[in-house]
């Protein structure tokens, strides 16, 4: 009674789901879990995970606190740049740097190579010698080759390149440059100069110097990358909904069996279109005997843009009837009408079992969605519209008390199931069975609940008195889903 009033309440306030907003809510959270699901599989969140752990083990501060000790100061770049100052700073270094930058190398070879130098030696040791001395004025009388020597000396003393040679020799700047040139201290300045005046040491210089080693660093990149990816809307998305329930309930169910009716007949691998026993004993269809139509083998079901009708119309046929005195009995009906069931397909123990259905509401009509398994009860009907002159709708379960049958009706009223569609379904577990509609629980019961697997069955007939004026009359189903709970 409290929950058939909360429904009415639901009602009156506008607050009751209309069928297309709850499957559309339905079907946008089972999407949102699919893409939950996907993206917790993702490179990109396993990307995030990776640096998560990096970030975690406290290496990007290990890297920086190493960082914030290296200074330029001390360094081996800074030990470098002040060696090639002090040299620079040498008189020696400058006074070869001078020379070695003008032509006065190039002149003292030219000079020495043109044998000037050696020859005034000779001449000059040869005119100063005693022996010349002694006989100068008699070989000057005679104009001797001695004498000639003599002139040719006071020629190349009056030589203004080689005065400028011997001058030179004595010049300091370049016994400065004849002593360094060749040597290691040369060779290590030219190596020094071109390193500190080289882009390598200018970039290491800077980097060095700089305050934000740190963030030049992969660490860093790692750093910020991570610390972007946390803040972002598909992280922050994700674990804000891994750390909810939003998903707790489709978490809960696995999806056993299922049919779109998106094809252009019956799938008859999962429906059989006839009572499973009438399959099962005769290979025939037959109906019951307070039916007053024949079911006609699937010639009464049409699959019509994904939507699978079951027709009831006024129409003569020959069947058979199950009379419980005699058993299989030839019949003559008025209507004929369809059932489909998966008896020889599936049957499950417990779960969700839900439709999509709409269906004619009108007096002697029954439409039902039930399950059931070898034995006529128990049986549990997720819905059913009673074959009465006075339509009505019910979620019921019948079960053997002895030698009696006994039953739960919780009835279902104030919905137009012949202008709209409708969610019906039930949840079976060990200990209860819960009715809804639209997922709103209208229904429970905790007695007497079914212990073993059943099947699925849709049927529509006539019962009752006439139902003519309402003929054809049909049962649409868009969809039937099965769930099993995978926390039983």
Request: proline share 3%; net charge positive; with cysteine.
């Amino acid at each position: 009674m409290a929950l058939n009033l909360r429904l009415a309440t639901l009602k009156l306030f506008g607050q009751f789901p209309k069928t297309e907003e709850y499957e559309k809510r339905e079907y946008a959270l089972r999407e949102e879990y699919a893409e939950f699901l996907q993206f917790g599989e993702s490179d990109e969140y396993k990307n995030y995970l990776a640096l998560k752990e990096f970030v975690e083990s406290g290496e990007p501060e290990k890297v920086k606190q190493e960082l914030g000790q290296l200074k330029y100061n001390g360094s081996q770049e800074h030990k470098r740049e002040l060696e090639l100052k002090n040299l620079k700073k040498s008189k020696a270094i400058k006074n070869y740097l001078h020379v070695k930058n003008s032509d006065t190398p190039d002149f003292i070879a030219s000079i020495e190579n043109s044998d000037k130098p050696s020859r005034y030696q000779d001449l000059k040791q040869f005119v100063n010698s005693s022996e010349y001395k002694g006989q100068r004025k008699e070989h000057k009388k005679n104009n001797t080759e001695e004498y000639q020597k003599e002139t040719e000396f006071n020629n190349l003393q009056k030589d203004a390149e080689l005065k400028k040679y011997f001058k030179l020799k004595n010049w300091k700047p370049l016994k400065d440059y004849l002593a360094l040139e060749g040597t290691d201290t040369v060779t290590q300045y030219y190596e020094l100069e071109k390193y500190i005046s080289s882009s390598e040491f200018a970039e290491r210089k800077e980097y060095l110097l700089s305050k934000d080693k740190f963030k030049k660093t992969e660490a860093y990149q790692k750093l910020v990358e991570y610390q972007n990816l946390d803040k972002s809307e598909k992280i922050v998305w994700f674990h804000k909904t891994q750390n909810s329930k939003k998903f707790d309930e489709i978490k809960r169910w696995e999806l056993s069996f299922a049919d779109e009716f998106d094809g252009n007949s019956l799938n008859t691998e999962k429906w059989l279109p006839r009572y499973f026993w009438g399959e099962a004993l005769i290979h025939k269809s037959y109906s019951l005997a307070g039916d007053q139509h024949a079911y006609t083998d699937g010639k009464n079901i049409e699959l019509d843009s994904n939507t699978l009708k079951i027709i009831t119309k006024r129409e003569k046929a020959e069947g058979l009837s199950w009379d419980k005195r005699y058993g299989f009995v030839p019949k003559s009906f008025e209507y004929t009408s369809g059932i489909i069931n998966t008896g020889q397909t599936f049957r499950q123990l417990y779960g969700k079992f839900e439709a999509k259905v709409k269906f004619t509401m009108a007096p002697n009509l029954f439409h039902a969605f039930w399950l059931v398994g070898d034995t006529m009860v128990p049986h549990i009907d997720v819905f059913r519209q009673n074959g009465s002159k006075k339509p009505s709708v019910q979620g019921s379960m019948y079960w053997m008390n002895g030698d009696k049958m006994r039953s739960f009706k919780a009835p279902l009223s104030g919905f137009n199931f012949t202008n709209n569609y409708y969610i019906l379904g039930i949840e079976w577990t060990a200990n209860k069975l819960t009715w809804k509609i639209n997922g709103i629980t209208y229904a429970e019961s905790s007695s007497n609940v079914p212990d073993s697997p059943a099947y699925l069955v849709f049927s529509s007939g006539v019962k009752g008195g006439l139902a003519n004026q309402s003929l054809p009359a049909q049962m649409q189903i868009e969809w039937v889903r099965c769930w099993r709970n995978l926390n039983q």
